[in-house]
């Protein structure tokens, strides 16, 4: 399984952007989705979260500026970025909770991260 991030870059503060999370490979079901992020020099936090009924949960932070939304035909979580704040700069990775076969344990699969830097 992998899952692949895109649509980060460089934003002036106020911007928006629109981060995208495919996973591929073998996938029976997949359960929670998730953004993190990851500033210089700071620990991993969550960003948003998503359930595979649809429900969500932000941090208090990006709350009414961020919608974390899913397309479970296409296996891909996303991220709309609005009113950016300099302070969100950070690498964002995608996560989803994943199972490959009926049998098999429910694994965290995370990707490789993607650059949003917000700055004029």
């Known amino acids: 399984v992998q899952l692949q991030a895109s649509g980060g870059g460089l934003v002036q503060p106020g911007g928006s952007l629109r981060l995208s999370c495919a996973a591929s490979g073998s996938i029976f079901s997949m359960y929670d989705m998730g953004w993190y992020r990851q500033a210089p020099g700071n620990e991993r936090d969550l960003v948003a979260t998503?359930?595979?009924?649809?429900?969500?949960n932000y941090r208090d932070a990006v709350k009414g500026r961020f919608t974390i939304s899913r397309d479970n035909a296409k296996n891909t979580v996303y991220l709309q970025m609005n009113s950016l704040k300099p302070e969100d700069t950070a690498v964002y990775y995608c996560?989803?909770?994943?199972?490959?076969?009926?049998?098999?344990?429910?694994?965290?699969?995370w990707g490789q991260g993607t650059l949003v830097t917000v700055s004029s």
């Open positions: 996560n989803a909770e994943i199972k490959t076969s009926r049998i098999s344990r429910m694994g965290d699969y």
């Open positions: 998503i359930t595979s009924g649809g429900g969500t």
